[in-house]
């Protein structure tokens, strides 16, 4: 009876994004979303799960601290997975019966403040997965239940999450549309941009755009599914300009909304916005489109290039932010990651 596994799940970087439930307790988003998952190396969570008879209660401990397991989403990823796993009889039922206990963490700085729940949620069930023996196809679902961004964290390369049109939600989960050896050459570059201001959350500010914001339904219903369909294209074509364009599109539509929202959500803040006029300025002064940015809810600017104009961008973001500035960013570097087990049928 296996009863201690680790494993480690990468994030994922939405180029058309994730914005707005349609059922909040089941996390059933209102439109589909495209994103990249990146390299484990240097962003990444990683979880030791162990059950064992002995265990008094459920336990879980996040970078060190103690929290609650009572959490209504630990709780439920927790429950459907041991469902699961029970009718699939997939473990013995002695280890189903055992109380668990999760140890995980992320290696992101800490100042990056960059979203942790869809790597977080991901490795918690693929962990429990493992630990009970369950297949990967089986968990996309629930990892959406933990944090709707998890479900696309649990495929490697290029992950479409289908919004699906079931009431229950069955239909409502992440497929892998490429894997990362299609297109290794695509960089990423995280810039990270310092910033003390609390932000509202990303589970209440898309709740209130929902409910307040007018353009998010020209968006859902004008906007995301020809992107989809259209950056689908790109990526299958290793379109650059193509894809950059749609992810700056969409990047910049999603923080319109955000300000649509009344009250408005401001994540990007003035560096930020100086990041996305020096793309701009850099792509025109080029010549053609060599990198594209997006922001998720934060301050952070995820840059998408070619990998042959990294250094060429890197050079140039020293440049316009030295170090010796206040507004000085770091950066961090990855590439769409494939993950363990992945059986790759794309052509
Ligand atoms: C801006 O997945 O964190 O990063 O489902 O409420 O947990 P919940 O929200 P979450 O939202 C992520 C929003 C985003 C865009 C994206 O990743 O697609």
């Not at 990056?112 to 991901?122: D, N, P």
């Not at 364009?245 to 994540?267: G, K, W």
């Not at 002064?285 to 995820?302: L, Q, S």
């Not at 170090?323 to 960013?329: G, P, T, Y």
Request: proline fraction near 4%.
């Amino acid at each position: 009876m296996q009863n201690s596994v680790t494993v480690i799940a990468p994030v994922n970087i939405a180029v058309i994004k994730y914005w707005g439930k349609r059922n909040e307790s089941l996390i059933l988003p209102i439109n589909d979303s495209l994103s990249v998952t990146l390299s484990t190396a240097d962003l990444c969570s990683k979880t030791t799960i162990s059950a064992d008879p002995s265990y008094e209660s459920n336990q879980i401990i996040l970078n060190g601290k103690e929290e609650n397991f009572e959490n209504e989403r630990i709780l439920r990823c927790f429950e459907m997975i041991k469902q699961r796993a029970l009718e699939a009889e997939s473990c013995p039922k002695e280890l189903l019966d055992c109380k668990i206990h999760v140890d995980s963490e992320n290696n992101f700085p800490t100042a990056a403040g960059l979203a942790s729940s869809a790597s977080g949620y991901a490795c918690l069930v693929y962990g429990m997965a493992q630990l009970y023996s369950l297949k990967k196809q089986e968990i996309s679902d629930i990892a959406r239940m933990g944090s709707g961004s998890a479900c696309r964290s649990i495929y490697g390369g290029f992950v479409q999450w289908q919004k699906g049109v079931e009431l229950d939600g069955n239909d409502s989960m992440a497929v892998q549309i490429a894997p990362a050896s299609h297109w290794p050459d695509l960089n990423v570059l995280i810039l990270v941009v310092n910033d003390s201001k609390k932000k509202v959350g990303s589970t209440s500010g898309m709740a209130r755009s929902v409910v307040t914001s007018e353009l998010i339904k020209y968006r859902v219903e004008k906007c995301v599914p020809q992107r989809i369909h259209s950056i689908t294209q790109a990526i299958k074509d290793r379109d650059f300009p193509k894809f950059a364009e749609l992810t700056m599109r969409d990047s910049n539509q999603f923080h319109a909304i955000c300000l649509d929202t009344f009250p408005p959500c401001v994540y990007m803040n003035d560096v930020s916005h100086a990041i996305v006029s020096y793309i701009h300025e850099f792509n025109k002064n080029e010549g053609e489109t060599k990198v594209a940015y997006t922001f998720d809810a934060g301050p952070n600017a995820c840059l998408y290039l070619p990998e042959k104009y990294v250094k060429r961008v890197l050079s140039f973001i020293n440049h316009v932010f030295p170090n010796d500035n206040q507004e000085s960013v770091e950066y961090i570097r990855g590439t769409p990651v494939e993950l363990e087990n992945e059986e790759n049928d794309f052509s």
